[in-house]
């Protein structure tokens, strides 16, 4: 993983089986061990996949979870309240119905209580506030499971102009009825 501006990282985590394989918007295989046309930008010829993502919802050990407005405060304030414990400084947060958005400065050379030194900070501290949010969920019986799928989006922030349209697109996130903060531009 390159190193990010300043330790900056945008991460985002989708919820269980809400983006799979075939699906119509465009997807990426597990480490990008089959190669797919097209993506959300520019989703692959309609129809492309179809028998393949018909075959994944009906093998899928549950049904999708999509996280009504209640839920997703819920789940904002857990993953708030994590990154707060873990000292992860925030720049944005957003939760939608089907994925968060976390912009976070997440130091290099920091180790775990063990004394284990962290080697993928953005995927550690979001994966280990990922877990309270899941945890919260099952113990309200909203699921069964985990609330998030596998894997972890993660893109290191390249400069301040990268920093800047981040904050400002997670913030956009308002309009699909996500639960967004975003810091004001003065404090970075």
């Known amino acids: 993983m390159s190193f990010a501006w300043e330790n900056w990282y945008h991460c985002v985590g989708h919820t269980y089986g809400t ?14 061990r089959v190669h797919v046309d097209g993506d959300y930008r520019n989703p ?26 209640q839920q997703r405060q819920i789940v904002f304030d857990v993953l708030t309240k994590a990154f707060a414990i873990l000292n992860v ?13 976390v ?19 953005a995927r550690h501290f979001f994966g280990i506030a990922r ?9 309200l019986g909203v699921i069964s499971g985990s609330l998030w799928s596998k894997g972890t989006k993660v893109v290191p922030i390249a400069d301040r ?22 810091a004001d531009e003065g404090v970075f």
């Open 103 to 121: 912009l976070a400065r997440l130091e290099r050379g920091r180790r775990t209580k063990g004394g284990c030194l962290i080697t993928d900070p």
């Open 89 to 101: 400084p925030l720049a944005g947060l957003a939760v939608s119905a089907m994925h968060a958005h």
């Open 44 to 69: 692959p010829p309609a129809g492309s996949d179809e028998k393949l993502h018909v075959h994944v919802k009906r093998v899928m050990a549950r049904e999708p979870v999509v996280l009504d407005a």
């Open 131 to 139: 877990k309270h949010a899941s945890r919260r969920m099952s113990d």
């Open 19 to 32: 983006w799979l394989p075939g699906d119509p918007r465009g997807w990426r295989s597990r480490h990008h």
């Open 161 to 182: 102009n990268h920093f800047l349209s981040t904050r400002n697109y997670i913030g956009r996130h308002t309009a699909e009825g996500a639960v967004v903060w975003v």
